[in-house]
């Protein structure tokens, strides 16, 4: 080997060892930036023969399919995080089962009421107290249908804003494919591109799942688990919502998660607030309107003082009940005036009934029976509410409070397992991309030890020469 070659191998060692002191610089300034994958040199040969020089490349060390895996655990997480956000304040005012603020309660303490009436028909303190009653059980009903009213329009809003995020996110991704395309991947300028694109899909992928392709041009292909192209090379799909049914579309190509055999997304905070919006909400809403309708109904039924057509004890804002208007019939239940003192009505016809014109027998309990009887028999229920075709309406109030609190246990459950994978994939993921200082520490050491090295090549080479030009 010439002096020329080995001097060209030490000076190449020489770079090579300062590339790679760079890149552990900068591993460890970025230790705690996010979505930085720790870059390593990796020496190649260039040139032939004798004296090949080496040259470095950067490699950024990222694993693709647990990268993958991560924002789809991200996705799950968020979807069931929603419940929570948009149902917590709802619950709370619905109460569980045995809180005396849930409508369960509420209507089992009315019913405590007609028995203690049955028993003291004419006892004007009993009369009041279940007045009471019977105003306590509209007003749960009422702040129920309120509460889940403001759910809905959170859900709407966080919805729409989701969505601008998501087409953010979309178009940086795409604008970061013009940037990438043709770029030199073993270049500090690509991999610091390639970091932003990290950090623009760790983001996406909390709003929605989906699937990626690498292409040979450098450039990332993003498309739904349906199909649905939402980024390729510099274009970018727009999506757009519609935030009273949850549907959502891809420049107009329907992506709406849940739907059979459509082309969309399964997870994500987008899939959540979509199925809040499409099915949980309107559902817990039917449910509140069809215990409102059974207490309208058989409130009706069961008063032998008012014709047909005429309110009873519980009205539709003082109406009777009108099947073509059962929307939101919780909200507008009411106690009818005809029993309230301060609207001109009388605590006497609790006894004898909403139509009575006279008060009756002091005594008299057969409207009160009638009405106590309500509460054993057995009503047919919308099935569309999911919580049967037929059932008392004591135990439907009970089951429409536990069912909805048990939306939220199940998602509280499906939110805990997807935090659990989420760990554990990030882990991994932090062993692949991240950065140990004590490991590039070490490094350090080692770039030390090579550069003496080469040093002492060149070192030697220099004597030699200078040996050589002394000798002639």
Avoid: C
């Avoid at 509209?138 to 129920?144: D, Q, R, W, Y």
């Amino acid at each position: 080997m010439s002096i020329s070659s080995a001097y060209n191998i030490a000076r190449s060692g020489l770079q090579s060892t300062e590339g790679r002191a760079n890149l552990v610089a900068g591993n460890i300034a970025n230790a705690q930036t996010a979505g930085y994958a720790r870059r390593e040199g990796v020496q190649v040969s260039s040139g032939g023969g004798q004296g090949t020089a080496v040259e470095l490349r950067m490699v950024r060390q990222i694993d693709e399919r647990l990268a993958g895996m991560t924002r789809g655990a991200g996705a799950e997480l968020g979807s069931a995080n929603v419940t929570g956000e948009i149902l917590g304040g709802y619950l709370l005012t619905l109460g569980q089962p045995g809180d005396e603020v849930s409508p369960a309660a509420r209507m089992a303490e009315f019913q405590v009421g007609l028995d203690l009436l049955a028993n003291n028909p004419s006892d004007a303190s009993v009369q009041n107290d279940l007045l009471q009653r019977a105003n306590s059980l509209v007003n749960s009903l009422n702040s129920a249908a309120s509460a889940l009213d403001r759910s809905r329009a959170q859900a709407a809003d966080s919805f729409e804003t989701s969505v601008a995020q998501v087409n953010d996110a979309l178009s940086g991704i795409a604008a970061l494919n013009q940037q990438l395309r043709g770029a030199n991947s073993g270049t500090s300028g690509a991999g610091g591109l390639m970091d932003e694109m990290t950090r623009r899909l760790d983001a996406l992928g909390e709003q929605m799942d989906f699937q990626t392709r690498w292409e040979v041009d450098g450039t990332l292909t993003l498309h739904t688990a349906g199909g649905t192209e939402l980024v390729n090379g510099n274009d970018a799909a727009k999506l757009t919502a519609n935030g009273q049914t949850g549907a959502l579309y891809a420049d107009g190509i329907n992506i709406t998660p849940g739907q059979t055999g459509g082309r969309g997304f399964s997870s994500g905070r987008l899939a959540g607030l979509s199925d809040m919006l499409s099915s949980v909400i309107p559902q817990m809403n039917l449910q509140l309107d069809e215990l409102a309708r059974g207490l309208v109904q058989s409130f009706e039924a069961a008063d032998t003082s008012i014709a047909v057509g005429d309110p009873g004890l519980f009205t539709d804002s003082g109406a009777a009940f009108d099947p073509a208007n059962i929307d939101g019939l919780a909200g507008r239940l009411a106690v009818n005036d005809s029993v309230q003192p301060e609207k001109g009505g009388a605590l006497w016809r609790l006894r004898d009934g909403v139509g009575a014109v006279t008060a009756g027998d002091p005594g008299a309990t057969d409207q009160i029976n009638a009405l106590i009887g309500i509460f054993d028999d057995v009503q047919a229920m919308d099935s569309a509410a999911g919580l049967g075709t037929s059932m008392r309406l004591g135990d439907y109030a009970a089951e429409l409070v536990g069912h909805q609190h048990n939306i939220r246990v199940s998602a509280d459950a499906r939110a805990e397992t997807a935090s659990i994978r989420l760990v554990s994939y990030e882990d991994g993921r932090s062993n692949v991309e991240g950065v140990n200082i004590d490991t590039e520490l070490q490094k350090l050491l080692e770039i030390e030890q090579a550069y003496g090295a080469n040093s002492q090549v060149l070192s030697s080479l220099s004597d030699m020469i200078d040996t050589l030009l002394n000798s002639v």
